[in-house]
């Protein structure tokens, strides 16, 4: 039973993947979901009110993508769980994407963010650098730094 269930568990990385940049934007994205993750879960109340209307439970919502933020983080740092996490953070990253439209669409107040298309504007478009760099750090990509990882 235990061979079985270690087919499915992801491949540590090899060496060659674990330093230099990948290292360095592993630890800078997982402090960044681990910041955003307590900032979810201390002032919920107020990133409820950037969840589109049609979510239901939109306080619940935020709590629980702040637990998954900082499951993330944790995830991108342990070797047995980096590359599944790379993927859910590069998911994520996705799905989160409606509220930040809808913050700045409709104009939703979240002081102290400005609401400016001085900020609405980099944050949207930054939004499929957060995908790599999630898939990156996870050591589901390479590029452009490198060849494809091979899957063990």
Known sequence: MTQTL????????????????????????????A??????????????LIVPPVIPFGH???LLTGACEIAGALGLMLPPTRRLAGVMLALYALCVWPANIYQALWHVSLPPIPDSWWYHGPRLAFQPVIIWWALYAGGVIAWPFGKRPARR
């Open 6 to 33: 270690a087919a499915f568990a992801p491949a540590a990385a090899p060496a060659s993947r674990t330093g230099g940049p990948r290292l360095a934007l592993r630890i800078a994205l997982a402090a960044v979901y």
């Open 35 to 48: 910041a955003a993750g307590v900032m979810h879960l201390s002032a919920a109340d107020k990133f409820a």
């Open 60 to 62: 619940t919502v935020v």
